[in-house]
């Protein structure tokens, strides 16, 4: 199984960051693998921007039966979105998807999805944490899809019909009972999946907003770890930020009056430093041994 070969509507110069099976419902049919990766995506305009995505696809998709035939033909992707709204309107991206942390809760479902991203210009530097909620992302999933239409081909939601099953449905699932394959999946199916991977709808982040932000510092974020710990006044997430300077910093995001955040650095720790200096150690001692005999 793969995907339609030279058709960047699905995938235009990627960058994976990584892949997590969440389960849809109790029936297993349903179960969808997830991916969160980067591409070049020109709907916005006429030149190639980075834009973050996160992908789907049923773990059961067989192909279709008389075109993808071995290829994949329940994959869908969604913008996904990690911005700092200003007071004029306009919204500073942070478009560059660095790394996920997947965190589990007691409803398998419904895991936690924390974000990494920096921004793909140069006018300056910075990352931000972003933090979605799985309910969000199957509403843009459920919702409509991307279609070039127009004089200019400008990109507006599909209004036409949307064939049965819905493009991107699993087989033998909660909607589709009888249908045990997406090979019994109508050929209008198949088309419409190959022509429509996009959806309309972006996924935003909870509370439209970032949950820490970093500028105008001369490092960035890289990967991310969330640890859940039980204090006395209640449980807190604690964020585990690696930087591109070998650093990793401890934060805290504390809950304030007015509805709003505010992050705590509780510590900062050099990582790759300490471990080459053990290194360079360690070269110096066997060096040592080796001129010795």
């Not at 974020?221 to 930020?241: M, P």
Request: net charge negative.
């Amino acid at each position: 199984m793969r995907t339609d070969q030279y058709n960047s509507r699905w995938l235009n110069d990627p960058t994976f960051v990584h892949a997590h099976l969440i389960p849809d419902s109790a029936e297993k049919n349903d179960d969808k693998l997830y991916f969160f990766f980067r591409e070049k995506a020109s709907e916005v305009g006429q030149s190639p921007m980075t834009q973050s995505r996160i992908g789907r696809i049923c773990l059961n998709d067989d192909g279709g039966h008389c075109c993808l035939v071995n290829k994949w033909s329940t994959f869908l992707k969604a913008r996904l979105i990690c911005s700092v709204p200003g007071a004029d309107g306009i919204e500073t991206h942070f478009d560059e998807l660095r790394d996920v942390y997947i965190q589990p809760t007691q409803d398998t479902r419904n895991p936690v999805i924390y974000g990494v991203f920096s921004v793909s210009g140069s006018v300056f530097k910075g990352s931000a944490v972003c933090v979605y909620s799985m309910a969000d992302i199957r509403m843009v999933f459920n919702g409509p899809f991307a279609h070039k239409e127009g004089p200019n081909y400008q990109w507006v939601a599909y209004t036409g019909k949307i064939p049965y099953p819905r493009p991107g449905t699993c087989p033998g699932g909660t909607f589709t009972p009888n249908m045990k394959s997406t090979k019994d999946y109508p050929d209008e199916v198949i088309n419409f999946m190959r022509n429509h991977p996009t959806m309309y709808n972006a996924v935003y982040p909870v509370h439209k907003r970032p949950l820490v932000v970093r500028t105008n510092v001369d490092y960035e974020f890289t990967t991310i770890a969330v640890d859940q710990v039980r204090a006395a006044d209640g449980s807190y997430e604690v964020l585990f930020l690696g930087t591109d300077r070998g650093t990793v910093q401890k934060v805290i995001v504390l809950p304030r009056d007015d509805l709003q955040t505010e992050e705590l650095v509780l510590e900062e720790v050099e990582v790759f430093k300490v471990i080459l200096e053990k290194l360079i150690q360690k070269l110096f001692f066997f060096l040592f041994v080796f001129l010795i005999l």
